[in-house]
């Protein structure tokens, strides 16, 4: 069946310091959505992406899908403790059907 | 009102008892989903409802049974669950006519003794 990957599981990193997590499928997606779930929360959108290549920024986020559209990564440039939570990227193949990819933890000490 | 309601937040259930787990919007969405959410896990899709009308079943075991009594109310039906069945239950809308957003709920942290 349908698999999102994503990695890495975790990531510690000093304030300031940049983040990256990945989403891999084994087949063509229909777009992709990433998430935010703060520990104890609930998933919140962040963005969708929908057109290979495409490329998307949210202050000091920036969202790429892959040229295939079967990747896709998030990136945070000089992450501050608020960016603290778990990112989910959440794959689409049919309509209304999503899977999740299995979540980077990131944890930014001050 | 961009909000989606789940009550109740928290439920702890037997194994013989029957119990439901209720969603609410009023954002106009047509799509609703049940999701199982296990600890340090991503959210699993169980059901998709899209107009009413059950469009997604992952083969979720019958002792879960949904029920889309209008386009602002979802229901989950719980009945002889098992310890395995605890977990956070997420429910979420979306209109998939536009943007596809999928807005959560703050999800119902289900015990089963």
């Known amino acids: 069946g349908q698999q999102v990957m994503q990695i890495p599981q975790y990531q510690h990193v000093q304030e300031g310091e940049d983040f990256t997590t990945y989403c891999n499928s084994s087949?063509?997606?229909?777009?992709i959505q990433w998430y935010k779930q703060r520990p104890g929360g609930h998933p919140v959108f962040l963005i969708q992406?929908?057109?290979?290549?495409e490329v998307k920024k949210q202050k000091r986020l920036t969202f790429q899908f892959g040229e295939a559209k079967k990747n896709s990564s998030l990136h945070i440039t000089a992450t501050q403790t608020t960016d603290v939570g778990t990112y989910f990227c959440?794959?689409?193949?049919?309509?209304?059907?999503?899977?999740f990819g299995s979540g980077t933890k990131l944890n930014v000490k001050p | 009102d961009t909000e989606v309601t789940q009550t109740p937040k928290h439920l702890v259930m037997g194994m013989t008892n029957k119990k439901s787990l209720k969603c609410e919007q009023h954002?106009?969405?047509?799509?609703m989903y049940w999701y199982k959410q296990k600890a340090k896990k991503p959210p699993e899709l169980m059901f998709v409802?899209?107009?009413?009308?059950?469009?997604i079943n992952e083969s979720v075991p019958s002792r879960f049974s949904p029920e889309c009594p209008n386009s602002s109310l979802l229901n989950l039906h719980l009945h002889a669950l098992q310890p395995e069945d605890s977990a956070l239950y997420l429910c979420?809308?979306?209109?998939?006519?536009?943007?596809?957003?999928?807005?959560f709920g703050p999800g119902t942290r289900l015990t089963v003794l």
């Open positions: 979420a809308s979306s209109h998939p006519l536009s943007s596809n957003e999928q807005f």
């Open positions: 087949t063509t997606l229909s777009n």
């Open positions: 992406l929908v057109k290979s290549g």
């Open positions: 959440a794959g689409q193949y049919n309509f209304n059907k999503f899977y």
């Open positions: 954002m106009g969405h047509r799509a």
């Open positions: 409802y899209s107009y009413e009308k059950l469009s």
